[in-house]
């Protein structure tokens, strides 16, 4: 069974593959420092909760943006697990080529969107990730990773709104009724949430038009990307686990 896990700013999320299939997911905070036994103890009792125990687990995948937990996390797994995980970084097999001015500062888990997005719905697309930032990626037809967008996500735009101001609340992010709000809350959920919208779209049809590539895919994932992407006509597909799926399509490249 393998264990895939994404490490980001925000969550640490979990798939448990059977073979290629993704059969359960959980996710905890990455804001609360832990420590080795920590990490281990608290990912065997969620896999219990869910039914598995921790002996079923005997191959980890893992991208992280968080370089300073890694040394923990991984020792939690070796010790926990028992087994050594994979890290999704240069030299890995991908299926394709990273074809920027630097590869080495394009992040794992734009590079885990770009080959499900791939591999799944085909080339040439538009990947976008509402995750703490949101990005847009491009990948070719013939599979090349030329570059893309790192915008503020959704949750951090907000969070300036009433962190840099005196009297702004915070709200729950979502989609007002109206875009001409007639009190506070909704005039910064409509601020927030259509501004993104406006984003999107001006973002994928720049990148459609600079690329020349009229006839491409979009594809979104990300916490938020659903409430998006149901208001963006530019967003094809909504796949809420491309990243878990692009960590086990990478996997498996690794035993050819």
């Given amino acids: 069974m393998l264990l895939a896990v994404d490490i980001g700013n925000t969550d640490i999320t979990f798939g448990v593959f059977e073979g290629e299939t993704l059969s359960a997911r959980f996710r905890f905070t990455v804001k609360v ?28 995948i893992v991208a992280s943006v968080v370089p300073k937990i890694m040394y923990s996390f991984t020792s939690g797994i070796i010790k926990y697990l028992g087994c050594r995980p994979i890290i999704v970084g ?3 097999k991908t299926g394709i080529r990273i ?9 794992p888990d ?28 491009l990948v070719t037809q013939q599979g090349a990773f030329v570059g893309g967008v790192i915008s503020p ?28 709000a007639r009190e506070t809350i909704s005039s910064m959920q409509a601020g927030v949430f259509f501004g ?11 990148i459609k038009e600079e690329s020349g590539l009229e006839q491409v895919k979009v594809v979104a994932t990300g916490g938020l990307g659903k409430i998006i992407s149901d208001y963006t006509e530019e967003i094809e597909i909504y796949d809420a686990d491309l990243t878990l799926k692009g960590l086990q399509l990478i996997h498996s490249k690794q035993k050819r």
């Fill in 33 to 60: 420092p832990r420590s080795s036994d920590e990490y281990g103890t608290l990912i065997s009792s969620i896999l219990e909760q869910k039914g598995y125990s921790r002996k079923d687990v005997d191959e980890v």
């Fill in 90 to 92: 240069v030299g890995i």
């Fill in 99 to 107: 074809d920027t001015a630097n590869p080495r500062e394009i992040g």
């Fill in 110 to 137: 734009r590079i885990v969107d770009a080959v499900a997005a791939y591999e799944l719905y085909g080339g040439p697309v538009i990947v976008v990730d509402y995750g703490t930032a949101t990005t847009y990626d």
């Fill in 153 to 180: 996500g959704i949750r951090i735009s907000a969070n300036a709104l009433w962190n840099c101001t005196a009297n702004l609340p915070e709200i729950e992010i979502k989609c007002p009724e109206n875009i001409i």
């Fill in 196 to 206: 993104t919208v406006g984003q999107s779209k001006y973002i994928i049809n720049k």
